[in-house]
């Protein structure tokens, strides 16, 4: 009877030692930076990013349109090589939000070329681009009550 006491606990202690180690990411894994609003306004001669300086992470850019016609924005690495985000034409008095996850470096917003004809896609847009940098990695967020 003592025997079989003894060996039935050691094997409920064995089966239970055994739960819950199912791997996968750990619990306490950093969480990516807490997200930055950008602010970019577009009118007839130029696109303006405030900040234009923070650090590296997941930003959001805010866009309002007080230009005169419809403009879409590109976000491209400095060199022109790489677009990261496009938005769709944005009307005039408008406003729209673009997400980008940003590496260091250095970057272009641009209004994109508009029009139906080749010519008028290949004519570089009047208004003035705005440049922005992007310096080392933001903190993460693990510490931070109510973050994503």
Do not use: W
Request: charged share 5%; aromatic share 2%; hydrophobic share 40%.
């Amino acid at each position: 009877m003592r025997r079989t006491t003894i060996g039935i606990l050691v094997a409920s202690t064995v089966a239970i030692s055994g739960c819950g180690g199912a791997g996968g990411a750990s619990p306490t894994a950093s969480r990516p930076p807490a997200p930055v609003n950008l602010t970019v306004y577009v009118n007839d001669s130029k696109v303006s990013v405030s900040p234009a300086s923070v650090g590296a992470g997941p930003v959001v850019f805010i866009v309002t349109n007080q230009a005169s016609h419809a403009e879409a924005l590109t976000i491209s690495s400095a060199d022109g090589s790489r677009t990261l985000a496009s938005t769709a034409p944005i009307n005039p008095q408008a406003t729209t939000q673009v997400s980008v996850n940003f590496k260091p470096g250095s970057y272009t917003i641009a209004t994109a070329p508009h029009g139906s004809t080749d010519a008028s896609l290949a004519n570089p847009s009047s208004i003035a681009a705005a440049s922005i940098h992007i310096g080392p990695a933001r903190p993460n967020s693990s510490n931070s009550l109510l973050g994503p």
